[in-house]
């Protein structure tokens, strides 16, 4: 076991290594740190959210107040920016997405080469935050720059979760629960007018 941890952070990723059920080979798994009593009270303020007790807005306010004490967990950066989104500020939810995304991203070794799944569970707001940060980069004017970064970020998020969720969000602009990095790399392909590989892909997902 390793611990990849930098220093003032109460985050932390830990890789174990386990036999690989599809090729039988020693294969390193990636799991992130998570805070589950930091999330009580982002549970909480969920609930009210969808129970129609909270706008977006009101829901942003709180959220904020809770990133003060916890800035470092995941989920609330993940619950921040989707209402940023949902408010019609994509540009300022991509920016959270973002550094939140790249603040994980540091904790795992440039040398691992493993699996970081969504199978389990702890590693969800990682790949969620991924997940927004690909939707950032499909929005951004420079479609030929931002087209070779979303290709790179997929492939990558394809090798750490090669199983996939096969569920597709609602659309495929708009943040999601679920991870369907298949189902967007066929968007980011038609983003750098790759028909070729668009329709090799469409057939592959479906």
């Not at 997929?154 to 969720?165: G, N």
Request: hydrophobic content about 40%.
């Amino acid at each position: 076991m390793d611990d990849h941890e930098p220093a003032s952070s109460s985050l932390s990723f830990t890789i174990e290594t386990f036999d690989d059920p599809e090729t039988g080979k020693p294969t390193p798994y990636g799991r992130f740190s998570r805070n589950w009593q930091d999330e009580e009270a982002l549970d909480v303020l969920i609930n009210k959210l969808e129970g129609g007790q909270l706008s977006h807005k009101q829901a942003l306010m709180q959220a904020r107040k809770l990133e003060a004490t916890t800035p470092y967990n995941l989920e609330i950066q993940n619950f921040i920016a989707n209402r940023l989104w949902a408010l019609g500020l994509q540009d300022e939810a991509t920016e959270v997405y973002e550094r939140a995304y790249k603040q994980a991203l540091a904790h795992i070794p440039k040398s691992f080469k493993g699996q970081i799944t969504w199978g389990e569970v702890d590693n969800r707001p990682f790949l969620r935050l991924a997940h927004g940060t690909l939707l950032g980069l499909m929005r951004r004017r420079d479609k030929a720059k931002a087209g070779e970064a979303a290709m790179a970020l997929v492939k990558q998020m394809l090798a750490w979760c090669p199983m996939d969720v096969s569920v597709p969000p609602t659309h495929l602009d708009e943040p999601a629960d679920c991870l369907s990095a298949k189902h967007i790399m066929v968007s980011v392909l038609d983003l750098i007018n790759d028909r070729t590989q668009v329709y090799a892909w469409c057939i592959r997902v479906h």
